[in-house]
């Protein structure tokens, strides 16, 4: 896992360190350090730790104007034993609110297994997005992910599932991954209503 390092080709567009809203001001990063892990398993050092113990992440590109952030995910998501959603909530997404921004693209495929437990976070979090026309997508996860979260009563809180897995974002710039996630969106909403 120490090879895997964030998507790196929006990094001209935007990098969390240098804007002044993101939680992860003024970090600095090594490109020899290897301390963060995942188990047994070194992460590259570009991932950025926010409180929990085997789940990192790296905010890929923020849009102020359009209020939207499209953040990648690597390691184990535990919320049963470790609370991650808490970590997540609380250190990171709170201040990504408070900065305006109501629309989370998760990208998950580095995301390698789901623990469930409550939900009060995801509940809070979609409380607060919904008040503003927000949403939260959980994008390109593994099938025991997709089960989990499922089984979890995510999709109470969040939107994901097979239409919004094998996305391939990597190629495509921020704004086009945002009006697609935003197209699948407002599509599914119609549907409801």
Known sequence: MHD????????????AEDDSESPFHGRVYSEFGFTN?????LL???WDEFGAETLYMKVLFVDYDEHYAIIEMIGEWNDAVHNDSMHLKREVVDQLLASGLTK??????????????DTDY?????????????????VNLHPQVLDEMNDTGL???AHFGHHLNDINWRPQ???????????????EQRRLY
Not at 173 to 187: C, D, F, L, N, R
């Open 4 to 15: 895997i390092e964030p998507h790196f080709n929006w990094r001209e567009r935007y990098r």
């Open 37 to 41: 892990r995942v188990y047994n398993y």
């Open 44 to 46: 590259h050092p570009q």
């Open 104 to 117: 989370f693209i998760i990208i998950m495929e580095g995301v390698l297994n789901y623990h469930g437990s």
């Open 122 to 138: 995801y509940e809070e979090w979609y409380e607060e997005v919904s008040d503003a026309d927000g949403w939260i997508v959980f």
């Open 155 to 157: 999709d109470n809180y």
């Open 173 to 187: 710039k921020p704004s086009k991954v945002y009006e697609a996630i935003e197209g699948v969106i407002q599509t």
